[in-house]
């Protein structure tokens, strides 16, 4: 079946950077358009980034410049690549398969100020 885990979370004080990883499984990864979103308790669920199969990459305004998305499809392995983090960007990190409703567990990112 379908599997995302992610990975890379943590704890890391403001400026500091830190890699997300998202490993899948049970697809054929490399036709897929791939998502990072984050949510904060008692809001919305927001995309971060995105990253087409043609390697195409797509950024919310509030990580412009700052976070990176890129994919190996070698790995089945989608990451995002945050730097200059903020206390801001504390969340829940989810990745997302393409448009399907298969989600990740989320990982943990609080960034401390």
């Known amino acids: 079946q379908v599997q995302l885990v992610e990975s890379g979370g943590g704890v890391v004080q403001a400026g500091g950077s830190l890699r997300l990883s998202c490993a899948a499984s049970g697809i054929i990864f490399d036709i897929y358009a791939m998502g990072w979103y984050r949510q904060v308790p008692g809001k919305q669920r927001e995309l971060v980034a995105s990253?087409?199969?043609?390697?195409?990459?797509n950024y919310a305004d509030f990580v412009k410049g700052r976070f990176t998305i890129s994919r190996d499809n070698a790995k089945k392995t989608v990451y995002l690549q945050m730097a200059s983090l903020k206390p801001e960007d504390t969340a829940v990190y989810y990745c997302?398969?393409?448009?399907?409703?298969?989600w990740g567990q989320g990982t943990q990112v609080t960034v401390s100020s």
């Open positions: 997302k398969l393409g448009t399907t409703d298969y």
């Open positions: 990253i087409t199969r043609f390697h195409a990459t």
